[in-house]
């Protein structure tokens, strides 16, 4: 039999609210107010490759993007957000909570689509660690989720950098694009939040940057 549970309650749903952080704010999804500036940013990857492994995109006209955005923006499940980055003061990047199980606890994010100018930049790292801490510490959430292809090594090496757990593959789990997708899957559960938070939260001190905006630590380096 499973650990107890003691005095389990079901967790409340995440809202429409900003999440704060140093680099980035996380807006509820808003296509009036969004999607010139995401259109305009995604339009830098001229070969559409980071929609490769997403079920839409690329479009080629942002009268087509912005009534996607509003489609999205509309939705509960998934609950999208637009990723300000604030040095810019424009969104560069969206990301969504999905697959919402307040009963279990369970919680996923996905449909991340980053643009050049948020991809391997702190706003990127802290987005994520924001939308973790909301999960965790606001909603107390037990179980955080990460799905991808499993051919997607960018979004895997992403998920384990950002201290998620590989679980195991579930094979021919969606046919999307005209192929097949078998879904890799990881996790990070409460227990392992308090410490995977302090290891975010020292990775984003601006100490940890040098005059060049390099980073003097990795995300979660440890000695040993």
Known sequence: MGEPVPGWTARPRPTRTVMEGRYCR???L????H????????ALDASGGRWTYLPYGPWERLEDYRGWLESMAAGEDPLFFAIVDLERGEATGVASYLRIDPSNGVIEVGH???SPLLARTRAATEAMYLMMARAFDELGYRRYEWKCD?????SREAAERLGFSYEGTFRQAVVYKGRNRD???LSITDGEWPALKAGFEAWLAPSNFDEAG???TRLHDREG
């Not at 808003?30 to 107010?33: E, G, L, S, V, Y």
């Open 214 to 216: 390099r980073q003097r």
């Open 26 to 28: 996380l807006e509820p």
């Open 30 to 33: 808003d296509a009036a107010r």
């Open 150 to 154: 499993s051919h997607n090594h960018p």
């Open 112 to 114: 991340l689509a980053y």
């Open 183 to 185: 879904n890799y899957w």
């Open 35 to 42: 999607a010139e500036s995401l259109f305009a940013a995604n």
